[in-house]
């Protein structure tokens, strides 16, 4: 069976994210070692002198030996499969949004231990909710002043999902875009100053 190329990493969770769910979230690669720190009850900075690679774990390569072709073109399942295995990223959604916590969420992380991507060598990733796109195309530098917390918009892989975050943290409602009001939608999209 030939496979499919794609210009997604496959070491990237699936995006599910959606312009309905407007929530910035910063992709962070999270700590994490039952050895050097059983049941999260480690000493600080336990990261710093860990020797079992916190940062990742150990993940089976989709697909790998799971089916059999069939001459038919039909496939079946394999009996006893042989499991490939790669070294993965601990990723963590950290809510970046003044009303929680707030918006002091990405430094807490960073008290713990996560690290930025870019820390550990991988491309930056979007800020949108479940949107695991790497490298955004869009930086939107406006900055609110939210319950006595500042907030920038972030960095998006469409004008869209900036618009959104832009729209949350200035409090403004965001039409549905259901059926006649898809045009109302994309005028209020369009409208919205990111910059």
């Known amino acids: 069976m030939a496979e499919t190329k794609s210009k997604r990493n496959p070491a990237m969770p699936m995006s ?3 312009l309905n769910r407007p929530m910035k979230m910063v992709k962070m690669i999270q700590a994490r070692c039952n050895v050097c720190n059983p049941r999260g009850q480690g000493r600080r900075g336990w990261w710093e ?3 079992h690679d916190p940062y990742f774990h150990m993940q089976p390569k989709p697909g790998m030996g799971d089916f059999i072709e069939q001459e038919d ?3 079946v399942q394999n009996p006893s499969p042989v499991r490939q295995f790669e070294k993965g990223p601990n990723w963590k959604q950290i809510a970046d949004d003044p009303k929680i916590s707030s ?3 990405v430094q807490i992380q960073r008290e713990r231990g996560s690290k930025f991507p870019a820390e550990l060598g991988f491309p930056p ?3 949108y ?5 790497t ?3 869009v930086e939107a530098r406006r900055v609110f002043d939210i319950e006595g917390a500042r907030a920038q918009v972030g960095r998006y892989h469409s004008r869209d999902e900036a618009a959104l975050i832009t729209l949350r943290f200035d409090e403004q409602p965001t039409y549905a875009g259901v059926d006649k009001d898809i045009a109302r939608r994309r005028s209020q999209m369009d409208a919205v100053n990111i910059q």
């Open 103 to 105: 918006g002091r969420m």
């Open 49 to 51: 002198s860990c020797e």
């Open 125 to 127: 990733v979007c800020d």
């Open 135 to 137: 490298n955004p195309k």
């Open 73 to 75: 073109g039909t496939y």
């Open 129 to 133: 909710f479940n949107c695991w796109e």
């Open 16 to 18: 599910k994210g959606g």
